[in-house]
């Protein structure tokens, strides 16, 4: 049995004959015995007439593309339809064919494939990245439609970059380029594992040309140097198979130079250091035979550390099964194998092409009802479906394009728990990335981890073969904030910013209802959810806990609930309700008359600066924002330094009491609390039993002791105001509270 496949033998550069029509169809029949041989005779026909004498870049007739694609897609054994969308994948583009007519003439099916091929022909994959995400959606939407429009179009790609040595060397760079970031991944992804190694190597050798050549010098120089070892290794290994029982077929490979250079960046090895370059191939009838094949090989020679992969046990998210391991073989020449069965070895080779399900994969509900699945071979779809789910539910073409590069791009590393259960992750991906991989629940409480047995820090980048143990803690309840930024996988992003939230939002909800019911008991009012939810409506809040998360964070000011509550009536002084703010969300003033400007030539709308805020009674100077208007500071604020030089700039203004009607103006202040229990609670007592409203309160930092908070409050002077800091100055829970002045 030769392993080398028709697809490989096409890379080697000899020019095959234009296959012939009835080759062509002869060789479907082989394979699909009930294959529409009409169909395929007037697909081709139709498709060679169509094109005409148009040529390619190469000189040939550009017929011959569509046929060496429709050549590579029969030897992946693929259906009558594909057959016949490859031939016609090119004429609604490049001739004057229309979609209708395609419709008319062979049906809806194959006029939907071409129709799809029709649509990502001129997607610039490589481009810019805004445009580059919304390609890359465009891509993903249509190949995801129908697995098939992806197949032609990587026999598509395949077929082009052997020709690409005709195209001209600007255009050559970036096919190539668009070939080794999108679709040999995307071949790996299905499967389609010789595709992937031909589309790398023949990208490999327009990108890198100097390396390229290297390296094959090198293959060349190891191979001189012990002439028939290949023959010789295949061999010893036969040798030693039959001695132990075992019938197995044997064959031995040269690797490419793409995979040799990859090997050598991630192992960081130089040429010189380059010694297995053969790999070998053990293919047997049964599950059971693997085992003992790799029994029998590691009796026999000395097993290389670290290399032994058993893909059978645990596959890869493709699909792709198999033993791998490395010896010492004979000479103590490395010797890499792989051992699988035949089904395994159809699996490796041709993908998802190898399971005659894919085309009811489009359709989930058929393929459920009729044929089952195999949950190894649904992943291949079941990713690409996810891809286009996100896509659908919104998400921004760069986010987008961020998870598709980080699943799409990187290779993924396999680690493994203490018990042995697989976790495979993206390369990169750290321990807490592990953790989440693992359960949420365990990414939340990590502290801690052990790597093949040490401590390292939870940031370490795993490797394949890591076992990684994850030391959790009950006293952790929420995850550091800062690891959503350092962590690799979605999943932990989204569970770490989620457990985030949910964190601080339990504590807004809580500082909420406190700051309700302290005003309440004044008012003789118990607090009643019912109420709440008659209310909150009122304040365009429709849940009652939303309505306590947004009070908390002084997105709505108490006074505002206690209005929709319908407690307008104030009981004196002491207990008065908050009053209406002076500013809108942007600063802007809405008491008319509040400050009085000396020298403005016009009405120019007044802003109080959100840095500091300012409040009736506090020096104030304005300052001219290029013609939009003035911001007010207070006479200490910091950042009028920056306009000392500008005099032209500044406005000579004033408080106008008279005008003022109890309004609340904003006023910046800096809380350090100590870390007790119920501290935030009496910092918003404090603050809201003297009418005022908490507008912001941001955690800044959180030291083991001690909370800096940084705080907008609303009052209605600056009386008002010292009255408040010499209330939290005298707070046991409060270390120090200052008014802001930056
Ligand atoms: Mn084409």
Redesign the pocket.
Known sequence: MSTISPIIAGAKKQKRPMMRQYELVEKVLSYDPDADEDLLHRAYVYAMKAHGDQKRASGDPYFS??LE?AGILTDLRLDDATIATALL??VVEDTDTTLAGIERLFGAEIAGLVEGLTKIRRLDLISREAAQAENLRKFLLAVSRDVRVLLVKLA?RLH?MRTLGFMPEHKRKRIAEETMDIYAPLAGRMGLHTVREELEDLAFQVLNPQAYTQIRERLRELEAESADTLTEIQGEIEKVLKRHGVTAQVSGRRKKPYSIWRKMRMKRLSLSQVTDIFGFRVIVDEVEECYRVLGAIHQTWKIVPGRFKDYISTPKLNGYRSIHTTVRGPKGRPVELQIRTTRMHEVAERGVAAHGIYKDARDQEESEAGVTVPAEISNAYSWLREMVERLEEGETPRGFLEHTKLELFTDQVFCFTPKGDLIVLPRGATAIDFAYAVHTDVGNATVGCRINGHHEPLLTQLNNGDEVEIITSRAQEVPPEAWEKLVVTGKARSAIRRANRLASRADYIGLGEDILERWLEKLDHRLDKGELAQAFPKLGVLDVEDGLEALGRGEIPVGDVLRAMGLDGAKGEETAIPGKRATDAEGQLNVRGAVIARGLERDLPIRISPLTGAVPGERIVGIREGGEGVTVYPIFAAALEKYEEATNRWVDLAWNEAELDGALFPARIMIVVHNEVGALAEVARIIGERGANIENLIMTHRASDFYDFDTMIEVRDLDHLNDILASLNHSPVVSQATRFSG
């Open positions: 593309h569509p694609v994948h090119d598509d082009n």
